[in-house]
């Protein structure tokens, strides 16, 4: 399991990278009784839900393969949540992975990787 302090850490490189890739970031570490999501940003009119996964190596796998059936369903339920919460109900969203593998410096953004 990841410590808060890496798992911070990785959350700042996920901003940086999304930052640089020309997104807008509306809110980080969002919880509520049904979850909690990493990074909330916004890009051509679309808000994207992004989980951030790390690992120092992928000697026991990807991080992506840790975003599991059921912390897809809890960021889902997060998100909508969120938009109550929020009012934008009316937005398009998608729901990303990024992740980072500290060893090779590897930073993947898995699009689009999981739907409601």
Not at 49 to 62: D, T
């Amino acid at each position: 399991m990841m410590s808060d302090n890496k798992g911070s850490q990785y959350e700042r490189i996920a901003e940086k990278y999304l930052l640089d890739m020309g997104y807008d970031i509306i809110d980080k570490n969002f919880i509520c009784r049904f979850g909690e999501i990493d990074i909330i940003a916004l890009k051509d009119g679309r808000i994207h839900f992004v989980e951030v996964k790390g690992r120092k190596n992928v000697s026991y796998g990807y991080p992506r393969e840790f975003v599991t059936t059921s912390k897809q369903r809890k960021i889902i339920s997060a998100a909508k949540c969120y938009f109550l919460l929020k009012k934008q109900d009316d937005m398009f969203c998608q729901f990303d992975v990024i992740e980072i593998i500290a060893d090779s410096g590897t930073i993947n953004f898995i699009e689009d990787a999981f739907r409601t």
